[in-house]
């Protein structure tokens, strides 16, 4: 058994009203996602300032991905519009800086698709595993 | 060389402070040498005659000194603002920063603002003073007798370089022309910086940021940065130290700010202007502004008053996040 094996730490933030019961149902379902993720539940998905995703970051996530209520479906009606504005913006930046695009993602899922919460968890964990060590946007101090 | 002359602007104020239009001036005052120019605020008129100072250094864009300043004057303010000036200015009263009826705004023309390091580069240290004749600037220095002569274009600040305006949004009265929107080339860096690849783009992001001394010079000179309380001034916001406990830290600061103003930033360049490392804070404001234009159609902050920021806006058919990379061209 390898012990130094390389394992990604994924920041999962998860709307309460779909993307959280999503994570519920796959549950449910006994459906596979990677135990790298780690699910942060908010409010909703435009709770999640572009503070968060850069503190994720500092303190040693490899990945961050946000999931939100599909656009229309908001359980505060527009929440998830200014969500993808912002993310737009940041996720752009954060390319503008070099920092690798495939550590950030934005998904919409709704409360009925577990399946689609742990395909998405499956991908975005490989893609991320594959970049290996976020080492751009790391805060030394806070190691693991 | 400015078109306007300082006597033109001094009279100007002088006249409305005796028929009691404005009680105080917002001018400009020389600081220890002729290139530091700092805003101050004159009473009457002799004042005015002593200290007001107008040259090709008088870069400070007053808007934001109005959020304070105005509370502290009993009447109306007089302030003097340039072209680029007024887009902060609509930009604060569409955010209800300061209240209009306490402001008489004259507009001045602008021919742009030296920058004081490219005279040094070209000049040498030692300035003593500099006078301007025609399109030129006349530097004294300590180590000759003769001036040395530079034209004023060569050693423009960056953001007059790419002037984006020479046309006054707003103003109570006008002195000298108006001018026009001109096309600027102003994202041209931008887009040299988008088509590096991401090594280079991080190395060369690394290389300015690094250089960064947290001395908030940046967000205190912002028009757009008027919080009274701001965030980096939590001790728990991870980023409130002077000395950069690692590289992550000028980089978290740098991306907040910039994200803090995306929006509602003019492009006026104070940033960049007041920056003592030198870094291009613009290039991170402007590319917001770019991909704001591009995701979300054309926006200029401070145009007009009242329009909506695109960040405090949606449509139900924006650009996913997903999308953004699929636009600005491949090269990952």
Not at chain 2, 4 to 32: F, H, N
Not at chain 2, 37 to 56: G, K, M, S
Not at chain 2, 206 to 232: G, H, M, W, Y
Not at chain 2, 250 to 257: L, N, S, T, Y
Request: glycine share 6%.
């Amino acid at each position: 058994m390898q012990i130094n094996e390389y394992k990604p730490l994924i920041v999962a933030f998860c709307c309460n009203w779909c993307s959280y019961a999503g994570a519920d149902l796959a549950g449910n379902n006994r459906l596979n996602y990677p135990a790298d993720v780690k699910i942060i539940r908010v409010p909703c998905s435009c709770r999640v300032n572009p503070m968060f995703v850069l503190r994720a970051f500092q303190r040693g996530a490899d990945g961050v991905i946000i999931c939100g209520c599909h656009p229309g479906d908001c359980h505060y009606t527009s929440g998830n519009y200014f969500t993808r504005r912002r993310m737009a913006l940041l996720f752009s930046m954060l390319d503008y800086l070099g920092i690798e695009r495939e550590r950030t993602r934005v998904e919409w899922v709704s409360a009925a698709e577990g399946a689609k919460f742990a395909a998405t968890m499956n991908d975005f964990t490989e893609k991320v595993a594959a970049l290996g060590e976020n080492k751009r946007l790391e805060d030394l101090r806070c190691k693991r | 060389m400015q078109k306007i002359t300082r006597e033109q602007l001094i009279d100007k104020a002088v006249s409305l402070l005796s028929d009691g239009t404005v009680e105080c001036v917002l001018g400009w005052e020389k600081g220890q040498f002729d290139y530091d120019i700092t805003p101050a605020v004159f009473n009457d008129e002799n004042e005015l005659r002593e200290n007001f100072v107008w040259n090709d250094f008088c870069g400070a864009n007053f808007s934001k000194y109005l959020v304070s300043k105005t509370r502290k004057c009993n009447g109306k303010m007089l302030v003097f603002l340039k072209p680029c000036d007024t887009y902060s200015f609509n930009q604060l009263l569409t955010e209800h920063r300061f209240d209009r009826e306490k402001v008489y705004a004259v507009g001045i023309p602008c021919e742009g603002m030296a920058d004081i390091d490219k005279i040094k580069a070209a000049c040498g240290d030692g300035i003593i003073s500099i006078d301007a004749s025609g399109d030129k600037l006349n530097v004294h220095t300590l180590y000759s007798d003769e001036p040395i002569s530079v034209s004023a274009e060569s050693v423009f600040a960056e953001r007059c370089m790419n002037c984006k305006s020479k046309k006054h949004v707003a103003y109570d009265e006008l002195l000298g022309e108006d001018g026009d929107v001109i096309e600027s080339h102003r994202f041209d860096e931008v887009a040299e910086i988008e088509a590096m690849t991401p090594d280079e783009r991080f190395a060369f992001w690394q290389n300015e940021l690094s250089r960064c001394i947290r001395c908030n010079a940046c967000r205190d000179a912002c028009p757009a940065c008027t919080c009274e309380k701001c965030v980096f001034d939590n001790p728990n916001s991870g980023v409130e130290n002077k000395a950069a406990a690692n590289s992550f830290e000028e980089k978290m600061f740098h991306i907040i700010r910039a994200f803090h103003v995306a929006g509602r930033c003019t492009d006026c360049g104070e940033c960049s202007r007041v920056c003592p490392q030198h870094i291009p804070l613009h290039l991170l404001n402007r590319k917001f502004i770019k991909d704001i234009n591009s995701f979300y159609g054309d926006y200029q902050a401070g145009a007009e008053v009242g329009t909506r920021a695109p960040l405090v806006d949606y449509t139900t058919d924006d650009l996913e996040p997903g999308e953004v990379f699929e636009r600005g061209g491949d090269n990952a």
